[in-house]
């Protein structure tokens, strides 16, 4: 919507010969001014619906001295109508919603007992099929100037009628179309996961055109191992919402190492107890877990592992040594307490020696269907982690 407010009328009729010019110029400057931001717009744009509105000051009809409207609806008056000419520079033409109104009715104002137009609305023809009709708020150019200032009539508060026009949009009910960077995979970096970041997801609407996407988890954020779902989506100024999905998979690192422990870390009734090798080479990789401890009811259990599902070798930076791999995660399932279908993630990390104090341990144990029977984290009080790379 472009809204105007042009060079009024005032001093085309004064009998300064140098002040009428001067009018009549700024005039015509504005109207092409006008006229050439409207075809910019249409050709910048060429599916935009342009409403171009506003007080014209000028009429719908050529007034012999400059084609006002003509000229930015792209109908300008032949050069021998006018005393300014100006040539067509608006393609395709503006459609003038006065049209619509029976004869009579195009006026918006009232100068010395003549009905004029002054205030126009024009819209690109794009927007013809929508158009549905046109009108004048009969709420001022008919009253009388007396009503102005009397604060208890609502009439006459301006010299000039608003005009109203009335398009009917159909309602927007399609989504965005969501685009996402497709499926992503990675090897672990951290027994965590990984940090991912991938490219942008984008978004496209009928209507909106480019709109925001945002995607769940984010660009950036640490990702555990196996497959996570991230969830993009998009609203468009209708509410309308659209949704697209890609994955992440974060697999297990395939570095060459070696782990052996055994160590304790509490103290008295509820010291934790963790005996575990693992190993991971080209040949394969395995490893045995055996934990014993208070469990989560607060009853004494153990855990020993019967099925490794993966182990991975990882540099966290941990020992001040100049090791290769300090840290291992060993995840699979085993018995707990004689009972089978328990599963488990253990993480140890080797920070030198001497490991006592240093080393620490975590060992999380679940029950068939995830609840939690047995978890310890903490550096170990007695005992030994050594991490090795090997070939």
């Known amino acids: 919507v472009v809204n105007n407010h042009l060079r009024s009328l005032n001093g085309l009729d004064s009998l300064d010969g140098a002040e009428r010019s001067r009018v009549r110029q700024k005039r015509l400057l504005q109207a092409e001014g006008l006229a050439a931001y409207v075809q910019r717009l249409q050709l910048d744009h060429p599916s935009a619906r342009l409403v171009v509105l506003g007080d014209f000051n000028a009429f719908a009809v050529n007034d012999g001295q400059i084609d006002v ?12 109508q006018v005393v300014a000419f100006s040539p067509d520079e608006v393609t395709p033409d503006l459609v003038d919603a006065a049209e ?9 104002y009232v100068f010395d007992g003549n009905a004029q137009a002054l205030d126009h609305i024009l819209f ?4 013809s099929a929508l158009f549905r009709s046109f009108e004048h708020a009969r709420v001022s150019a008919d009253f009388p100037e007396a009503f102005r200032g009397d604060p208890t009539h609502p009439l006459r508060l301006s010299d000039h009628d608003p005009s109203i026009v009335y398009f009917a949009f159909a309602r927007d009910s399609t989504p965005p179309v969501v685009t996402t960077p497709g499926d992503v995979q990675v090897v672990a970096r951290s027994p965590s996961g ?19 996407a945002t995607c769940d988890p984010p660009s950036g954020a640490t990702f555990g191992f196996g497959v996570t779902l991230v969830i993009c989506r998009a609203v468009d100024r209708a509410g309308n ?16 190492g070696l782990m052996v422990g055994v160590g304790a870390f509490g103290a008295g009734f509820g010291t934790t107890t963790i005996v575990a090798t693992a190993i991971e080479r080209d040949s394969g990789q395995t490893a045995a877990v055996f934990v014993g401890g208070l469990g989560a009811s607060g009853a004494p259990g153990t855990f020993h592992a019967t099925r490794i599902d993966a182990v991975g070798f990882f540099d966290t930076s941990a020992s001040p040594e100049s090791a290769a791999i300090d840290t291992v995660r060993v995840v699979g399932a085993g018995v707990w307490n004689g009972s089978g279908g328990y599963t488990f993630e253990l993480i140890v990390v080797d920070r030198g020696e001497p490991g006592r104090t240093r080393d620490s341990a975590s060992i999380v144990v679940r029950a068939p269907g995830g609840p939690v029977v047995f978890e310890r984290l903490g550096n170990l009080t007695h005992g030994n982690v050594d991490v090795m790379a090997i070939p």
Not at 100 to 108: C, F, G, V
Not at 124 to 127: E, I, P, Q, T
């Open 69 to 80: 409207l003509g000229i930015v609806r792209g109908a300008p008056a032949p050069a021998h």
């Open 194 to 212: 990984a940090v991912v970041e991938y490219p942008m997801a984008s978004a496209l609407d009928a209507v909106d055109g480019a709109v925001a």
């Open 100 to 108: 619509a109104l029976p004869a009579e009715q195009r006026y918006s």
């Open 124 to 127: 690109s023809a794009g927007l």
């Open 241 to 256: 919402q659209g949704l697209a999905t890609f994955t992440v998979t974060v697999l297990d690192a395939t570095t060459h």
